[in-house]
């Protein structure tokens, strides 16, 4: 009922922000198949852990730019090696 109108709303919502020029920015932890490299342009370290040199380990929240430009960047764990 309701539920599955809500869903189909907020898809079609998306649609119309995508055509508009809006898209999420690639982040993914390692393995993910996603970008999984901290580019500081698009992301923003808000902790950093033991794991791979410069690797995204987790993404804490979701970044997104519009026609090209950082509206909001990725918030994002990034791994450091440990000596």
Do not use: C, M
């Not at 898809?11 to 508009?20: A, D, I, N, P, T």
């Not at 950093?48 to 090209?68: D, Q």
Request: aromatic residues 4%; proline residues 5%.
């Amino acid at each position: 009922g309701w539920a599955k109108g809500v869903e189909l709303a907020v898809k079609e919502f998306k649609q119309v922000l995508q055509s508009e020029g809006l898209d999420e920015i690639p982040a993914g932890p390692a393995g993910s198949g996603v970008n999984s490299v901290f580019d500081p342009s698009l992301h923003e370290a808000v902790d950093t852990r033991e794991g791979g040199n410069n690797i995204i380990l987790e993404v804490v929240r979701r970044g997104y730019t519009l026609n090209g430009k950082v509206l909001r960047p990725a918030q994002v764990v990034v791994g450091r090696k440990v000596n």
